[in-house]
């Protein structure tokens, strides 16, 4: 099983008390959470803390953020967050909204946004750009999770793929494409 999922701990326990998940054989992998993008070589906004964030995002001229209305995490969490904020209104106005984080992280290395919110792991795919991580008080993270299904007749396989998902060269990787190993 691999799976991103917000509950973490909790309902892998539970796969594991319902004998779905074989016990003991979870294992984290690897975390992703969301960040600023800016286009390469433009100034890198201050986020050290959630009031920086706010007057980031109140400075900015443009900003790409996912749609809630297409139902995707990113787009669901950054409408939340800037509620939370109080700055829904205050940031309509400059705010494309776009399908997906991938199209956030587009909108910013095109120069069409000064700034965007979304997954750390986008600045991977889509060149052309930095981010910066979000205030830990406001970050939330999508978890990656390896375990083996306790009916799997593959079970000397699975921990064989669990055991080269968390080998050095892989948790490499994964710092490359902006994931946090674990």
Same mark, same amino acid.
């Given at each position: 099983?691999?799976?991103?999922?917000?509950?973490?701990?909790?309902? $892998?326990? #539970? !796969?594991?008390?319902?004998?779905?998940?074989?016990?003991?054989? %979870?294992?984290?992998?690897?975390?992703?959470?969301?960040?600023?993008?800016?286009?390469?070589?433009?100034?890198?906004?201050?986020?050290?803390?959630?009031?920086?964030?706010?007057?980031?995002? !109140?400075?900015?001229? /443009?900003?790409?953020?996912?749609?809630?209305?297409?139902?995707?995490?990113?787009?669901?969490?950054?409408?939340?967050?800037?509620?939370?904020?109080? !700055?829904?209104?205050?940031?309509?106005?400059?705010? %494309?909204?776009? %399908? &997906?984080?991938? #199209?956030?992280?587009?909108?910013?290395?095109?120069?069409?946004? =000064?700034?965007?919110?979304?997954? *750390?792991?986008? *600045?991977?795919?889509?060149?052309?750009? =930095?981010?910066?991580?979000?205030?830990? =008080?406001?970050? /939330?993270?999508?978890?990656?999770?390896?375990?083996? $299904?306790?009916? /799997?007749?593959? *079970?000397?396989?699975?921990?064989?793929?669990?055991?080269?998902?968390? &080998?050095?060269?892989?948790?490499? *990787?994964?710092?490359?494409?902006?994931? =946090?190993? %674990?």
């Amino acid at each position: 099983m691999w799976c991103p999922t917000k509950p973490g701990p909790a309902q $892998n326990e #539970e !796969l594991e008390k319902q004998g779905k998940l074989l016990a003991g054989s %979870r294992v984290e992998i690897a975390r992703v959470g969301f960040t600023v993008f800016v286009k390469k070589g433009a100034p890198k906004p201050d986020l050290g803390s959630v009031d920086a964030l706010k007057r980031a995002l !109140l400075a900015a001229k /443009s900003i790409a953020l996912g749609d809630p209305a297409s139902g995707g995490g990113a787009g669901v969490y950054t409408a939340g967050l800037m509620q939370r904020l109080g !700055l829904s209104e205050e940031i309509k106005a400059k705010t %494309r909204l776009v %399908r &997906s984080g991938t #199209e956030v992280a587009e909108a910013v290395a095109k120069g069409e946004t =000064e700034i965007g919110i979304g997954v *750390a792991s986008d *600045a991977s795919i889509v060149p052309g750009l =930095e981010s910066i991580p979000l205030p830990t =008080e406001v970050q /939330s993270y999508s978890l990656y999770v390896a375990g083996i $299904n306790s009916g /799997s007749k593959q *079970a000397d396989a699975a921990k064989a793929l669990i055991a080269f998902l968390t &080998s050095p060269a892989v948790k490499q *990787a994964l710092t490359a494409k902006g994931f =946090e190993p %674990r």
